[in-house]
C-alpha cells in the first residue's frame, strides 16, 4: 500500500482560481489530468488572443475584426516594445527559469507586455463577460512577475481589455497601477494564497454554484462524487 498523499506542484493564476473554487476540481484536472470537454468558447478566447499577438507582433499585419472594439488601444500598443503571449516561469525566489524547468514555482503569460524602464505596461485581454472583481485580482500578479524580473522597474500599469465590450475602453477602463515598494506585500499576499493550495493534500470538495457548469460534476456523469 502507498501513502503517498499526490500535491500540486506548480501553480498559475488559473490553477489557484479552480482550487479556489474547488480543491476537487483541482485534483481531478491538474493531479489526475482528467481532461475537461472543449468548450467553444475557450477556443473562441483562445484564436482571438492568437489574432492579437499575430497583429501586435507582425508588421502590416491587418486588425481582425474581432479586435474592432479595441482598435484604439491595439493601434497603440503596437510598438517593437511590445511582446505578445509571453510565457515566463518562476522558481521560488521569483528568478526566472525556463518554462518546464525542474524549479518551477509559478507560470505567468502575459498576453501584452511592454516594458520601457523605469515603466512597464502589461494588459490581460478578455473575450466574453466582465468579472471585474476576479479580472483586476489577477493583475496584481502580473505585477508581481514584472517588479521581479525587471529591476529596473520602478512603476507597472497593469489593464484588461474586454475585446467584446467596446465602451468598457473609453468610458471606465479596468486597470490598476503598482510601484516597487508594493512588491514585497504583494509578494508575500500571493505565496501565502497560493502555498494552501500547494500544501492541499486532501482536495475535499467545495459544493457551490460552480457544481451546476463543472464537466466533473456527477450529474454530467464526472467523477464529483458530491455533486
Known sequence: MSFFQPKIMQWSYSRLKTWEECPLKAKFKFVNK???PDSPHAN???????QSANFLTTPDHPLPETL??????MHNLRTPAVKAELQVAFDKDWNRVEWFGPTVYVRIVYDILAVDAPYAYVADLKTGKMREEEHLDQLGLYAVGVLAEHKEVEDVETAVLYADHPMQQHKNPLKKEYSRKDFDELRSQWEERAGKMLNDDIFAPRPGHYCRWCSYSKQRGGACPVN
Open 34 to 36: 482528467i481532461k475537461e
Open 68 to 73: 474592432h472594439n479595441l482598435k484604439d488601444v
Open 44 to 50: 473562441r478566447g483562445l484564436e482571438i488572443h492568437k
